[in-house]
């Protein structure tokens, strides 16, 4: 086929590549060392570049050719005399450990600089184009925090917003909410954008020693959205998960009986809202969008009923069958919370608060608190991506990858939220990646534009390839297949050309 014209630009993507060091492997997909990828578009051509990223965790166990380094899913055990990491191991004095800088989940972007993240507090900048590994950034330098999310959201005047969490800072847990501004003025044009970083809010964790575990979190014109969900990390048993020989994964668990707390913090005032809502126990990696209606938010994210998901990408489960032998126990399900921040104060007990035509309720409690119930929009998709242009705002498509009871994509999908239509692609033997949607110059509509995603493919006969489908009717445009092994990634951007500065610049 043929790439539309108007694509200029680089795909760049991020995610576990080398997961055997030397005799040593590590346990679990998410833990392998971080590989870049970019695919180039120009002159209707693509070139393919991918390079590892030369952090820390990279070299020390490169130099040493074993896994010396712990990740989330596997304890290593390093020679403290040769290891720039042993100084974690004064970890008597330390509640939390120092955590791993393979930065393998995302890519952001902050001013003109891009980065590499993971969720510990390290993020590597990067050049996109030759994908050279350039400097270490420690968010704790700038806030208290000692793991962020790797997706963060971006205003319209160009600042970066996220979250970490600041585990017993002052006696104190908290969840952090913080900005990174787009560029430094005039005259300290030497100085990083970090230094000029804002905490926006904080919010009190309900447990000083048990903070909830978080991915993503979901933000409209005026709030930002924060789940507080029982699939929570054990401070006491991370802080001695390297004496008692076990993974920082084991110190993850789910409280099921546990209820999901949300926060709204309006951003003018930086103040939380005050009445509490609340839902079932649920886990949560990725919130799709969220926007405001007539008092309303309403914010859809993907949710399961158990951690089935993160067990499944152990490595001794990532055999040949992996596909016909792994079922997730809990379904990704599409679940659309409609929540009442402006309500009639003297409602009854009992009643349901949403004014909105949907199914979904928020019922006021004897105490003030309001139970929230979701509307079910779909099931079954994962690592879902809009049209950025609409983050925040009334949407109506989420481009996502179709799981049923397997862990791993084999469709692409496009879901239409308001009227809950889907598409679909799918091929024989094909893994798709997260699909990102590209809008075209002149779009007047939404999904105005084309849909990217990379195919790993588990026939040994068969090329991975790059895909690129009409976002509009979802058919194929064309395919770019590389002679290389593609490696299953997580997640990335797409960089248009006029935001990639070249080598001279």
Same mark, same amino acid.
């Given at each position: 086929?043929?790439?539309?014209?108007?694509?200029k630009?680089?795909?760049?993507?991020?995610?576990?590549?080398?997961?055997?060091?030397?005799?040593?492997?590590?346990?679990?997909?998410?833990?392998?060392?971080a590989?870049?990828h970019?695919?180039?578009? /120009?002159?209707?051509?693509?070139y393919?570049?991918?390079?590892?990223?030369?952090?820390?965790?990279?070299?020390?166990?490169?130099?040493?050719?074993?896994?010396?380094?712990?990740?989330?899913?596997?304890?290593?055990? #390093?020679?403290?005399?040769?290891?720039?990491f042993?100084?974690?191991?004064?970890?008597?004095?330390?509640?939390i450990?120092?955590?791993t800088?393979?930065?393998?989940i995302?890519?952001?972007?902050?001013?003109?600089?891009?980065?590499?993240?993971?969720?510990?507090?390290f993020?590597?900048?990067?050049?996109?184009?030759?994908?050279?590994?350039?400097?270490?950034?420690?968010?704790?330098k700038?806030?208290?925090?000692?793991?962020?999310?790797?997706?963060?959201?971006?205003?319209?005047?160009?600042?970066?917003?996220n979250?970490?969490? $600041?585990?017993?800072?002052?006696?104190?847990?908290?969840?952090?909410?913080?900005?990174?501004?787009?560029?430094?003025?005039?005259?300290?044009?030497k100085?990083?954008?970090?230094?000029?970083?804002?905490?926006?809010?904080?919010?009190p $964790?309900?447990?000083?020693?048990? #903070?909830?575990?978080y991915h993503?979190?979901?933000?409209?014109?005026?709030?930002?959205?924060?789940?507080?969900?029982?699939?929570?990390?054990?401070?006491?048993?991370?802080?001695?998960?390297?004496?008692?020989?076990?993974s920082?994964?084991?110190?993850?668990?789910?409280?099921k009986?546990? /209820?999901?707390?949300?926060?709204?913090?309006?951003?003018?005032?930086?103040?939380?809202? $005050?009445?509490?809502f609340?839902?079932?126990?649920?886990?949560l990696?990725?919130?799709?969008?969220?926007?405001?209606?007539?008092?309303?938010?309403?914010?859809?994210?993907?949710?399961?009923?158990?951690?089935?998901?993160?067990?499944?990408?152990?490595?001794?489960?990532?055999?040949?069958?992996?596909?016909?032998?792994?079922?997730?126990?809990?379904?990704?399900?599409?679940?659309?919370?409609?929540?009442?921040?402006?309500?009639?104060?003297?409602?009854k007990?009992?009643?349901?608060?949403?004014?909105?035509?949907?199914?979904?309720?928020?019922?006021?409690? /004897?105490?003030?608190?309001?139970?929230?119930?979701?509307?079910?929009?779909?099931?079954?998709?994962?690592?879902?991506?809009?049209?950025?242009?609409y983050?925040?705002?009334?949407?109506?498509?989420?481009?996502?990858?179709?799981v049923?009871?397997?862990?791993?994509?084999?469709?692409?999908? /496009?879901?239409?939220?308001?009227?809950?239509?889907?598409?679909?692609?799918?091929?024989?033997?094909?893994?798709? $990646?997260?699909?990102?949607?590209?809008?075209?110059?002149?779009?007047?509509?939404?999904?105005?534009?084309i849909?990217?995603?990379?195919?790993?493919?588990?026939?040994?006969?068969?090329?991975?390839?790059?895909l690129?489908?009409?976002?509009?009717?979802?058919?194929?445009?064309?395919?770019?297949?590389?002679?290389?092994?593609?490696?299953?990634?997580?997640?990335?951007?797409?960089?248009?050309?006029?935001?990639?500065?070249?080598?001279?610049?």
């Amino acid at each position: 086929g043929q790439l539309p014209t108007w694509l200029k630009g680089m795909l760049l993507r991020n995610g576990p590549g080398m997961h055997t060091i030397g005799d040593t492997k590590y346990n679990h997909w998410f833990d392998g060392l971080a590989l870049l990828h970019a695919f180039t578009f /120009k002159n209707g051509e693509v070139y393919y570049r991918s390079k590892y990223l030369r952090s820390d965790t990279y070299k020390c166990n490169i130099e040493a050719n074993r896994i010396v380094v712990s990740e989330f899913g596997t304890m290593a055990y #390093p020679d403290p005399c040769k290891n720039i990491f042993a100084k974690a191991f004064s970890y008597m004095s330390h509640t939390i450990p120092e955590f791993t800088d393979n930065c393998l989940i995302n890519i952001m972007k902050t001013g003109d600089d891009f980065y590499a993240t993971g969720e510990t507090n390290f993020i590597w900048k990067i050049n996109p184009q030759t994908l050279e590994t350039l400097e270490k950034i420690d968010y704790s330098k700038y806030i208290a925090v000692n793991v962020a999310t790797s997706h963060p959201h971006y205003d319209s005047a160009g600042n970066v917003l996220n979250m970490g969490t $600041s585990i017993v800072d002052k006696g104190k847990t908290k969840y952090m909410l913080f900005k990174i501004p787009p560029s430094v003025p005039e005259n300290e044009r030497k100085k990083s954008c970090f230094k000029h970083l804002e905490v926006v809010c904080s919010i009190p $964790s309900r447990s000083l020693l048990n #903070p909830s575990y978080y991915h993503s979190f979901g933000i409209t014109e005026n709030y930002i959205i924060f789940i507080e969900q029982p699939l929570k990390l054990d401070i006491v048993k991370m802080a001695t998960a390297y004496i008692r020989g076990v993974s920082w994964a084991s110190c993850l668990a789910y409280h099921k009986e546990e /209820k999901t707390w949300f926060h709204f913090v309006d951003k003018k005032t930086k103040k939380e809202v $005050s009445t509490k809502f609340y839902t079932d126990a649920l886990v949560l990696f990725h919130h799709i969008n969220a926007y405001e209606e007539d008092g309303h938010i309403i914010f859809d994210i993907i949710a399961y009923t158990d951690s089935s998901l993160y067990d499944m990408f152990y490595l001794k489960k990532l055999s040949t069958d992996f596909e016909e032998n792994n079922k997730l126990t809990s379904i990704p399900t599409c679940k659309r919370f409609v929540v009442p921040l402006q309500y009639d104060k003297d409602a009854k007990v009992g009643s349901n608060l949403v004014r909105l035509p949907s199914t979904a309720t928020a019922i006021k409690e /004897k105490d003030g608190s309001i139970y929230c119930q979701p509307e079910i929009l779909c099931e079954g998709i994962e690592l879902p991506r809009i049209n950025y242009d609409y983050n925040g705002k009334k949407y109506k498509y989420v481009f996502a990858a179709e799981v049923q009871w397997k862990p791993v994509p084999t469709k692409i999908a /496009k879901f239409n939220v308001q009227t809950k239509e889907m598409l679909h692609w799918e091929e024989d033997h094909c893994w798709p $990646s997260e699909p990102v949607f590209i809008p075209s110059p002149d779009a007047r509509e939404e999904d105005d534009g084309i849909v990217l995603t990379c195919i790993v493919t588990s026939d040994p006969k068969k090329a991975p390839f790059l895909l690129v489908l009409d976002a509009k009717t979802f058919q194929e445009l064309c395919r770019a297949t590389v002679d290389v092994d593609l490696h299953l990634d997580l997640h990335g951007m797409f960089i248009p050309e006029k935001d990639v500065k070249t080598e001279t610049e």
